[in-house]
C-alpha cells in the first residue's frame, strides 16, 4: 500500500461514520480511530513489518484542497450543470483500457447515457448523466482519485 491509498482509505473510514478500522494486508497493519463527536481524528497507525515504526498519517491537508478548487469553477460557469462524483473512488473515463472513452468535451449526452466509471472497493460504478445537455469540459483526468460530491463534468443544458 502506498501513502496515496492510505490517505484515500483514512478519508473513506472518516467520511463514513465508522468508529475504528483495522486492515491487515500481508506484513501491513492498519487501526484508524475517529471519534463520532465533530468526527475528528484520533490517531491513525501504519506499521509494515514488525522491526518498523509506526507512523501518523495526515488525513485533514488533502481533503481541504477539493472545495477551494470547485469554489472559482462553479462562480464563472453558473449557466453549466455540475455532474459530481456520487462517492470515494477512482474514476476512469473507458469501460475498459481497450475501449473508447464514454464521452468527450463536445459530446451530447441524454438523461441516463453512461458519463464515466468510478471504482470503489473493487466495484465499478457506472456514473449516468442527471440531466441531456452537451458536455463543456470534463474536470478530472482519467485514473484520478476523487472524492465524494466532487465536480466530474460541466454540462451545458440548453
Known amino acids: 500500500m502506498d501513502l496515496k491509498e492510505i490517505q484515500n ?6 467520511n463514513s461514520g465508522v468508529a475504528e478500522v483495522k486492515l ?3 506484513d501491513i497493519k492498519i487501526t484508524i480511530r475517529t471519534t463520532l463527536e465533530g ?29 477551494v478548487t470547485a469554489a472559482p469553477t462553479a462562480d464563472d460557469n453558473s449557466k453549466y450543470v455540475t455532474i459530481k ?8 473515463r473507458k469501460p475498459s483500457p481497450d475501449k473508447p472513452v464514454f464521452v468527450e468535451v463536445g459530446s451530447t449526452i441524454g438523461k441516463g447515457d453512461v458519463l464515466c466509471v468510478v471504482e470503489a472497493m473493487k466495484l465499478f460504478n457506472e456514473i449516468e448523466a442527471e440531466i441531456s445537455g452537451k458536455i463543456v469540459k470534463i474536470l478530472v483526468d482519467d485514473m484520478s482519485p476523487v ?3 466532487q465536480p466530474l463534468f460541466l454540462v451545458d443544458p440548453s
Open 24 to 26: 491487515e494486508t500481508g
Open 39 to 67: 468526527n475528528s481524528h484520533d490517531i491513525t497507525y501504519v506499521q509494515q513489518a514488525p522491526m518498523q515504526q509506526a507512523i501518523a498519517a495526515p488525513a485533514a491537508a488533502p481533503v481541504a484542497a477539493a472545495p
Open 9 to 14: 482509505l483514512i478519508k473513506f473510514v472518516s
Open 85 to 92: 462524483s456520487p462517492m470515494i473512488g477512482t474514476f476512469y
Open 147 to 149: 472524492e465524494f460530491d
